[in-house]
């Protein structure tokens, strides 16, 4: 058992489970948390087991089941993570293998070791009971649509559309500065050594705020593609703490995904969804 405790509260421990007693048990002892703790923890996905002779680690919210002599269960513990309450998304349409929604900026996508009770997808399926597949990702602090599957078979021919930029994909921003170039207007600047396409649609700018707004697509999805862009050409997007950390900001990121477009892949169908 290996356990690793810092200043503010975060515990990881890698626990071999043993004949002795319930796997819930066990981590509570190598913790030192209760047990009512740690199927918290379990149940807002801070809990893996790795099967013994498996080669993968999974995440296991339920410690009263599944597990044998000789896994390893590890247990990542930040109580500050825990206390966070899930932001509540919008249903924009409901196509039963798959859904759209308005995701509201301060919510993630994708959870971590530490857990994943308020990411979208838990937060989806434990409100509508249906198993829930992340699609393709928005970041954290923007907002807007976002797929999300519901069957493995929707999650790849979903996935498939993506990679093979066969999804229309607008967003709409606000950003400090004007665009003085004519529009359209692409942008191609490699992010993280891979290519990036952003093309600005449109533009209205406002002088009193000294402000644009734009409409942008693009046809890649990098990491931060589009706010890494904009702040390349020195019109960083209103609210964004990440690229232009030295401004002072009294906004949330002013970036939503306002449009998503492509044929279903289950009726040939045009879906075309805006915000």
């Not at 937060?123 to 493995?152: C, E, N």
């Not at 990036?196 to 406002?206: C, F, G, K, R, S």
Request: glycine share 6%; hydrophobic share 35%.
């Amino acid at each position: 058992m290996n356990k690793n405790e810092n200043r503010t509260g975060m515990i990881q421990i890698e626990h071999t489970v043993s004949a002795w007693g319930s796997a819930l048990s066990q981590l509570a002892s190598a913790s030192d948390l209760t047990e009512e703790q740690v199927a918290e923890v379990a149940a807002k996905g801070g809990v893996w087991r790795k099967k013994r002779n498996a080669h993968k680690i999974r995440r296991v919210r339920d410690l009263s089941e599944g597990s044998t002599v000789s896994d390893q269960l590890y247990l990542n513990y930040d109580p500050n993570i825990l206390a966070q309450i899930p932001l509540v998304p919008t249903l924009v349409s409901d196509q039963l293998n798959y859904s759209i929604w308005n995701k509201p900026s301060g919510m993630l996508s994708q959870g971590s070791k530490w857990g994943d009770h308020c990411t979208i997808t838990e937060t989806v399926h434990r409100q509508h009971g249906k198993p829930t597949f992340l699609v393709h990702r928005l970041d954290k602090a923007a907002s807007g649509l976002i797929v999300l599957a519901h069957t493995k078979n929707a999650l790849k021919k979903l996935t498939e559309l993506f990679s093979a930029r066969l999804v229309e994909k607008h967003y709409k921003l606000l950003v400090h500065g004007e665009f003085n170039n004519t529009v359209p207007h692409k942008l191609n600047m490699p992010v993280e050594g891979k290519e990036a396409i952003t093309d600005i649609l449109e533009v209205q700018y406002n002088a009193a705020t000294n402000t644009s707004t734009l409409l942008v697509s693009i046809s890649t999805g990098r990491k931060h593609q589009i706010r890494n862009h904009l702040h390349a050409i020195g019109l960083p997007v209103v609210g964004d703490r990440l690229f232009d950390p030295d401004r002072e900001h009294s906004q949330d990121l002013q970036l939503k995904a306002c449009v998503l477009g492509f044929d279903c892949p289950f009726t040939n169908e045009k879906r075309l969804f805006r915000l």
